[in-house]
């Protein structure tokens, strides 16, 4: 075992490849359906969104699939990430613990993002796209494909849900830097924006809402532009597998291997990023590590949703796929994890959870808010307030593990900063934060609205 | 010559030692003055204020100070910090220049500043200090104290001057979530605070006062407060020299040495830590790599200060020291970079710069702006109005280069980043930024206040 703090590697250690876990997934992956139609959705209908090359990984069932040079040589920029022990929220708590966290706060958007931003450009670079449309929650995302899109000279317009675009104008003015249009969602540029708008004119928005007006955009936009998710979809979650394999061999560098991998799930990309690596050694190997999904109480997808066929956004035009969902007419809490506010969870790991090979658990705002600030003092870096869900399971491991006088590894994924979601802290500080219950009674009502497919994959 | 990007050290590769530039200085120090005797000041008139480890490196002649390990073990929090080439920017330039800048953004902090915090946080920690008192401008000395200050459990008052505590709340929360007391200077809390608020009830701050009072505060605090600066003093900038140890190591990855070294200058601390290791080359080899302090047109206490004693700050509290000066009585211009707004500069780096060991250059707003965001848009970091300066002078010498048909090697410092200075390039970006002519007038009334001392070195 290392006696070393952080572990980095050089950029010649920067994978090659990413992996694909649908390669070696023992679930046969549900089908991908018509919005209209409920009919299995065939390429051509994905190709109005997204670049064929991006549809072939979507479906691709290669274990590995090769990096571009070009999207290497951004990544350079700031990966590979480094791997830090975390020696002094170990103390701080008094646990026999080995805490680690990839530091993913450390690329200029300030999040894991653009490990699949900078990949979602480049093959529509290479497909000959000239402008691409998305959404975004608390801005995350939204600036992560801004700095991809300046890269690779392409137009973006961003739906940024209106209660993150009031509460979080530098995440907004970051994206104007790199040269994007943001628009607080929902807008009046669109049937679906102006529809929402007509029904209730104080619409804090929601990503479904978001995604419905990116997605509207591009599909009318007789080709000329596409449109970009930054979660959910099989090729996303593969960009972030850079992360795990990365994680992998920086803690052979450490001279361990975990016992229990973290990550929070929105939509669970960063999750998924770390984490499949770590599932393929699994399935290898025979389950020894604990791969844990955690989410906000407020949207609690995994551990209160239904596992079913539901619609991707919230005006039905995205894909039907089959997932844990909250319904797609639910708009969660306002909580400041704006990241984590999304309906539904990716199908591969929705499909993994249902069969057991992976954990989930649901923690309140106010408790994420104590551990962001225990990890802020420990360790110095201001978590997002994302990430900070991923901590406070990292903890609660820790002290049980203390509780029970056990060695326990443990690897989180910190998946970014949080100097964008300041005023979230000053609120935690001054005691103004409010923790939300389980919103049972609108999941109830969104669940009543899930579409009658025949289909049972 | 590598054809990598990022050159990065193991943290075994962290510097032993920081490098004591006064023990290599072919000028004679100036005498360090009380001030109101105009006598050479005492240790004891010092130990009001500072730790005794901390006024003995002050004065100390020896080249190698050993970093203590406590403090070693949180620089491997973020150190060694990333040296990369810019080689985006150069394509964006068409320079046949090479490119390289020191990445300080990367301290959780967001700056160079922890370098120092963290070093007199633990000489005073172990001197028995439960409690200090500093100012600041833009907040990155600040936050880098009072993350410091957390590390070792110090109490920590920060007087921001109120400019900034008004246009940058985010870099005050961040002070408040390390667990600092915020305060907007001038406040009321002191002597000199009220008698300011008394002349201009409306004053904005500057630096100067501020200094004055976090000075007043630990000074009449019976001993149960000290002092820490950010800047200008030997130790501070002594503490910085460990970017320029890393960078010379890294530069030899790259294989090739700069002939230009950049950084810009406030009170100095920043470019010294980056240049003096390259000036101890010089001195040993012969000049061989230029050495360039970039300082804002609104503040040029180099190319249009007097080289003469001064008093630090406003109050005329702290000592009086040999430096270029606008006169301690004048209130910089509301430049957007904060850390720059200082009417002094380093006696170390002012002696170098009266004798031709380095050389100034200032730059106006608008075009260090254009810098930053052309920076940005290339490397995807967004950098702090301060460091701008930096890359507004390696942009130029760039093309210059270009124009010149000239290989040139250069390499800057990268300060710290500008997540928290986002309304500014919001401001830029609609027009609404303007340049500050050279305050010709403000500067000949302050020069009328210097101290009439009859000591010269």
Known sequence: MSDQTRFTLNETDLPRNWYNVMADSPVPPAPV????????????????LFPMDLILQEVSTERYIEIPEPVRDIYKLYRPTPLVR????????????????????????????????IAQAFYNKAAGTKSLTTETGAGQWGSALALACNFFGLDLEVYMVRVSYDQKPYRRIMMETYGAQVFASPTDRTNYGRSVQAKSPASPGSLGIAISEAVEVAATSDGAKKYSLGSVLNHVLMHQTVVGEEALKQMDLAGEYPQVVI??????????????????????????????????TATPSLTKGVYTFDYGDTAKMAPIVKMHTLGHSFVPPSIHAGGLRYHGMAPSLS?????????????????????????????????????????????????????KGEKRVI?????????FDLTAFQAYLRGQLEDYEYPAEAVQAAIQELPKVAVEA
Do not use: W
Not at 411 to 419: A, E, K, Q, T
């Open 33 to 48: 359906l018509h919005p209209a139609t409920f009919e299995p959705v065939t390429p051509d209908f994905l190709a109005v």
């Open 86 to 117: 975390a020696r002094r929220l170990e103390q701080m708590l008094g646990t026999p613990a080995h805490i680690y966290y990839k530091n993913e706060s450390v690329s200029p958007a300030g999040s894991h993002k653009p490990n699949t931003a």
């Open 263 to 296: 990550g929070c799930v929105g939509g669970g990309s960063n999750f998924a990023g770390l984490a499949y690596p770590f599932l393929r050694q699994n399935l290898k190997d025979g389950q020894r590590t604990r791969l844990v999904a955690v989410e906000p």
């Open 351 to 403: 499909a993994f959870y249902d069969a057991g090979l992976i954990e989930a658990i649901a923690v309140p705002q106010l408790a994420t808010f104590e551990a962001a600030l225990t990890f802020a003092r420990a360790e110095g870096i201001i978590p997002a307030p994302e990430s900070a869900h991923a901590i406070r399971v990292t903890i609660d491991e820790a002290l049980d593990a203390k509780a």
């Open 411 to 419: 690897l989180f994924n910190l998946s970014g900063h949080g100097h």
